[in-house]
């Protein structure tokens, strides 16, 4: 195994001393272009973790190793509504110093990847729900980082339209060899995406277990190991659920 | 490594595209008769004011002095029009009102960005600033004549007192606007310092700033009207102040009254020009039109 690109060793957080424990003494590391998903009920401190790691928050203690910076997909969108598809991408080439003459045929590309080849000059009020986030994947692929850290991007979207985008991710996965940490509430969208599936506590919000995920095949979301491995999560996620009943 | 996805990248564009097309079909945008409708209808509204003025004229039989024709306040304006003094003064009142404003911006525009920031700075200066948008700048008057005699300063003064509140206070609440996602959203971009506040913030604040604008504008136009009436001196050259002045002192009421109405035509008329346009292109750009 060679060195991990994201360590976090012993991290808590408490938004006040003495208040409620969001995160209690979490231990994780990625491995350079792994995809982790991490699973959780409400309340688990997955949003948190990732505003940590994007320096949004402050950690209260513990270490956190990043060996890369990292970008942040939201669940809304995020695009900003005065600039087009493609200005949106360019204002996060130019806020990593992108040379200003290559930003639009690279804005160009960047649109091509994620399949939106026309929407250059479009609004992102003109775009659907999940145009708009394939728009905000290559906005976050534009920053140019080794780690893809994503907040339940696909939560808002339907369930057709998530098929698609959790094919397109994990092509763009392969292809770039991004590390991803996928934080989400869906388990079966966990087990689709991810080669490794983080069970967390809520309350405070802790590792409780994890699955490797081995396949060979190609997985889709009807896919038999998804549906039963999700069986087993879920079951072990309902079992840390009734314990705050 | 196993390939991760069952279809190539080509197949999974084509439904995609297929996808979008279904959730993007497009319905029309504004229809042409609602266009022509906001077009012609503030035009209507002249007509009935026009109308119900010459026929109370005819029923009450009131003297010109009192209450003068539409026609004849039409030939008091179309009189100062071919002298070139409705115009010189129009210009210059205009050309004022317009300086005053830009200089209220430049300050305004630090000061809303400043106090819109730092919260310990809005406690302290943002009720004074509102306490200086309530008051009526012409109470300004009197003193800028002291400090500043019948020049363009007081002028000036008069106006920046006015428009000025406004436009810092319009950004501040336009920045209160803003939803957080942008700000987040900005942040995890990596935008900072001037770059945040020129790529974010500003252009995030902007549809709540405008208004801010809008009547910052107003503020100065109706500070400068007051000034000009008030600060009547030769040395500060013709305005539309000025000329109601000397209109009411020859007694002359259509002229009076010929005045007001070329004043609310100017105001009009850069609302229709200017801030109309602006305000529609910020809503349709952003999706904010119903």
């Not at chain 1, 195994?1 to 209690?24: C, F, N, R, V, W």
């Not at chain 2, 319905?27 to 012609?40: F, T, Y």
């Not at chain 2, 430049?106 to 730092?118: V, Y």
């Not at chain 2, 902007?206 to 136009?221: I, M, R, T």
Request: net charge positive; hydrophobic share 50%; proline share 5%.
């Amino acid at each position: 195994m060679s060195a991990p690109i994201l360590k976090i060793e012993h991290l808590s957080k408490q938004y006040a001393a003495g208040g409620p424990t969001i995160i209690d003494d979490l231990n994780l590391s990625l491995q350079p272009g792994e995809f982790v998903a991490l699973v959780g009920a409400s309340g688990c401190g997955k949003s948190t973790l990732l505003n940590i790691l994007t320096g949004l928050e402050t950690k209260t203690s513990g270490n956190i190793d990043l060996g890369a910076e990292a970008a942040l997909m939201f669940q809304e969108h995020a695009l900003l509504p005065w600039l087009t598809a493609g200005k949106n991408i360019e204002l996060a080439l130019k806020l990593v110093n992108y040379p200003k003459a290559e930003r639009k045929a690279r804005a160009q590309r960047l649109l091509e990847l994620v399949h939106l080849p026309h929407a250059y000059d479009q609004r992102p009020h003109e775009l659907s729900g999940g145009m708009r986030q394939r728009v905000a994947i290559a906005r976050a692929l534009a920053q140019g980082r080794k780690i893809l850290l994503m907040d339940e991007p696909f939560a808002a979207l339907d369930a057709i339209t998530r098929d698609l985008l959790h094919e397109e991710l994990v092509q763009i996965w392969e292809e770039t060899g991004l590390t991803v940490l996928f934080v989400t509430h869906n388990v079966r969208e966990a087990v689709r995406l991810a080669q490794r599936v983080i069970l967390m506590s809520s309350r405070p919000g802790r590792i409780i277990k994890e699955w490797q995920i081995e396949s060979a095949e190609p997985r889709r979301i009807e896919s038999k190991i998804v549906s039963d491995l999700s069986l087993v999560i879920t079951e072990e996620l309902r079992k840390e659920i009734k314990r705050h009943g | 490594m196993a390939k991760a996805t069952e279809h190539s990248f080509e197949e999974i564009g084509e439904l995609a595209a297929g996808l979008d097309a279904l959730e993007t079909a497009k319905d029309g945008g504004v229809k042409r008769s609602a266009r022509v409708l906001n077009s012609v209808a503030p035009l209507l509204a002249v007509a009935v004011v026009v109308a119900v003025w010459q026929l109370a004229i005819v029923i009450t039989k009131v003297p010109g002095w009192v209450l003068p024709s539409p026609d004849q306040v039409w030939q008091a304006i179309a009189r100062q029009a071919q002298s070139g003094l409705l115009w010189t003064s129009a210009g210059n009142s205009l050309r004022k009102g317009v300086e005053g404003f830009l200089i209220a911006l430049a300050i305004g525009l630090p000061l809303g960005i400043a106090l819109g920031l730092n919260k310990w700075l809005r406690a302290i200066f943002r009720p004074l600033l509102t306490g200086l948008q309530q008051l009526p700048s012409v109470a300004w008057v009197p003193a800028a004549i002291i400090w500043f005699g019948l020049s363009d300063a007081t002028i000036f003064a008069v106006v920046l007192l006015g428009a000025t509140p406004s436009i810092a206070n319009g950004l501040i609440s336009g920045i209160d606007q803003i939803p957080p996602i942008y700000l987040r959203a900005g942040r995890v971009l990596g935008a900072r310092g001037i770059t945040y506040i020129k790529d974010i913030l500003l252009p995030a604040a902007w549809p709540g700033f405008l208004s801010g604008v809008e009547q910052g504008w107003a503020f100065a136009w109706r500070s400068l009207m007051a000034a000009e009436l008030i600060a009547i001196n030769p040395a500060l050259g013709p305005g539309l102040g000025q000329m109601l002045d000397t209109a009411r002192q020859l007694g002359d009421m259509a002229w009076v009254l010929g005045t007001i109405l070329v004043i609310l035509t100017v105001g009009v008329l850069v609302e229709r020009l200017v801030f109309a346009p602006l305000r529609n292109r910020t809503l349709r750009n952003r999706g904010l039109v119903r």
